[in-house]
T-cell receptor
Framework: GQQVMQIPQYQHVQEGEDFTTYCNSS?????IQWYKQRPGGHPVFLIQ?????EVKKQKRLTFQFGEAKKNSSLHITATQTTDVGTYFC????????????FGSGTRLLVRP | EPEVTQTPSHQVTQMGQEVILRCVPI?????FYWYRQILGQKVEFLVS????????KSEIFDDQFSVERPDGSNFTLKIRSTKLEDSAMYFC???????????????FGAGSRLTVL
């Protein structure tokens, strides 16, 4: 079945350092979404990318969708302690309109 | 801002007991989902529901699981005979339109933590 993998599994950074997580799907995606889950919380939608090669920015966060629409990345510039959490990419499951497959997640820890 | 509400926030049950987890999706959303997350692991798809029937289910969603929309506002997940490995956080989510439409996203509830002893 479809697999969505993320690396790294964990990242521990000093506040102010940059952070990047990479997402790879075994199949081409019609769109990719990113969610953030704070410790003890629930996934919260961050952004959706639809077009091949698309780049979107939200303040210090930069999201990119690969040309082949099989990979994506999230880059955070100058991390802050409020960035702590697990970042998940997610994409529709195959041709299904009724299933979003989540990646394995990258847990970000920020040392103050 | 509209939100998905879930009850209970935490349920402790004995192995073999039935459990019902409840969710109230966002009122104008038509697509409903259950996901689960074993502690520290990824968010796993269980089932999606649209137009009063299951749209898709995962291999995790076996005969022990069922979903229902009993009254037009609630969306429930029932586990008939709980097992130790059912211990997890169960998230309900809803979306306004189909996911592959390129135009829609999931709104999650705060989750129901199930502990099976």
């Amino acid at each position: 079945g479809q697999q969505v993998m993320q690396i790294p599994q964990y990242q521990h950074v000093q506040e102010g350092e940059d952070f990047t997580t990479y997402c790879n799907s075994s199949t081409t995606l019609s769109n990719i979404q990113w969610y953030k889950q704070r410790p003890g919380g629930h996934p919260v939608f961050l952004i959706q990318l639809v077009k091949s090669g698309e780049v979107k920015k939200q303040k210090r966060l930069t999201f990119q969708f690969g040309e082949a629409k099989k990979n994506s990345s999230l880059h955070i510039t100058a991390t802050q302690t409020t960035d702590v959490g697990t970042y998940f990419c997610a994409g529709p499951g195959g041709d299904s309109s009724y299933k979003l497959i989540f990646g394995s997640g990258t847990r970000l820890l920020v040392r103050p | 801002e509209p939100e998905v509400t879930q009850t209970p926030s935490h349920q402790v049950t004995q192995m073999g007991q039935e459990v019902i987890l409840r969710c109230v999706p966002i009122s104008n959303h038509l697509y409903f989902y259950w996901y689960r997350q074993i502690l520290g692991q990824k968010v796993e798809f269980l089932v999606s529901f649209y137009n009063n029937e299951i749209s898709e289910k995962s291999e995790i969603f076996d005969d022990q699981f069922s979903v229902e929309r009993p009254d037009g506002s609630n969306f429930t997940l029932k586990i008939r005979s709980t097992k130790l490995e059912d211990s997890a956080m169960y998230f309900c989510a809803s979306s306004e339109r189909p996911l592959a439409s390129g135009a829609n996203v999931l709104t999650f509830g705060a989750g129901s933590r199930l502990t099976v002893l």
